[in-house]
């Protein structure tokens, strides 16, 4: 298959890079770090969740991080929201797209969101038609997409039924997710073509955390499976506090490093990114943990 000649990267730093970390981070870095990332040119930025914060003490501050951003024009500026008080909050704050959350295995959705799978899209329901009626994005995220830290590997079967279900929902995009980074390429490909036949391959994202180093190669398995959205996080941030062993998100400078090298456009400014990861990772006290992101500000 002939690789796309543009990507869709959307930046999950502000949301699943930090939403793990230990010591709080003030709003005004998260603030700073959503301006950052929104001059760099993502498309589509993670900035909130609006989960309970006994759950996820750290994405508390939602409202306060979504007021006090500067907007840039046609970016897409999305939350989490797993029921109607999420959805109503992120409302409030003016998001533009809202992510509803499951998985694709039982134990995970569980852990996750305190509810069986069945029991979770009947939850989405609600915020599936009030997001329609507010006229706003609306995207569902496949949590264990490949393996559950819990249940083992997951059937291919099990994900697109959630799928399916996503797209009674009306998801306008579907994200397939390795929670805990376990997948490797010819899974991958084995799952992103099952998705493809049932969805429009536009509509789908491939979701990686990096945890055994597979998510490049992933994300080229992808990319030959006909996707061309993908989320990545700056500097790798990342991880589910739900996932046993899930670490960072694939960082986003070594995707955009791939991405360009191949002649595939994404419109975002690589140097920017750089220096946005070198900056955040120095904010939390630790070492970029992005390959490419490194080397390039080795360089400067
Ligand atoms: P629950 O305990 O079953 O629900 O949690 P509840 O309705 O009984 O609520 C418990 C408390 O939370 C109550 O407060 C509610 O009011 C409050 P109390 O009465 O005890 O004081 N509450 C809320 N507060 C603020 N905002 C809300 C909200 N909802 C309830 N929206 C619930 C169910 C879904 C709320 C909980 O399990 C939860 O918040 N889970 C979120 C977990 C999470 O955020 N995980 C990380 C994100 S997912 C992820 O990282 C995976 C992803 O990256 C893809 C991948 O890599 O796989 C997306
Ligand atoms: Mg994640």
Redesign the pocket.
């Known amino acids: 298959m002939t690789l796309p000649s543009k990507v869709k990267i959307v930046e ?1 730093a502000p ?2 890079g930090l ?1 793990n970390e230990k010591s709080m981070i003030p709003a005004a870095t998260k603030v700073e770090l959503i301006n950052r990332l929104s001059a760099a040119g993502f498309p589509n930025i993670e900035a909130a ?8 003490p750290q ?1 508390a501050d939602g409202a306060e991080v979504m007021a006090g951003i500067t907007r840039a024009p046609g970016i897409i500026y999305s939350a ?4 109607m ?3 109503d ?1 992120a409302v409030a704050a003016g998001v533009d797209e809202v ?1 509803i ?1 499951g ?1 694709a295995s039982e134990a995970f959705s569980q852990k ?4 069986s799978i069945a029991e979770s899209i009947a ?1 989405f329901e609600p915020v599936a038609e009030a997001a329609k009626q507010a006229g706003l994005r609306l995207r569902g ?5 490949l393996d559950c830290p819990y249940d083992g590997p997951t059937p291919v079967d099990n994900v697109l039924d959630v799928v399916r279900r996503m797209q009674a929902l009306g998801c306008d995009e579907i ?1 397939i ?3 805990i980074g376990t997948g490797t390429p010819k899974r991958v490909e084995r799952v992103m073509k099952a998705v493809t036949e049932i969805a429009n391959p536009a509509s789908i994202s491939g ?1 990686f ?1 990096d945890t055994y180093g597979q998510a490049l190669a992933n994300i080229l398995a992808s990319l030959q499976a006909g996707i061309s959205i993908f989320h990545s996080s700056v500097a790798g941030l ?6 046993k062993g ?1 670490t960072g ?1 694939v960082a986003t400078e070594d995707v955009l490093y791939m991405l360009h090298g191949m002649g595939i456009d994404t419109g975002i400014n690589l140097d920017a990114v750089v220096d946005t990861g070198q900056w955040i990772s120095a904010e939390i006290g630790r070492r970029a943990d992005s390959r490419a992101g490194n080397a390039l500000a080795a360089r400067k």
């Open positions: 999950v949301r699943d939403q969740s609006f989960v309970s914060p006994k759950w996820v994405m989490l929201t797993p029921n008080r999420g959805f909050a992510v959350f998985a996750n969101i305190n509810c939850r995220s496949i949590s264990c997409a994200d997710a390795d929670t979701h955390h990342g991880g589910c506090p739900y996932a899930a998100n």
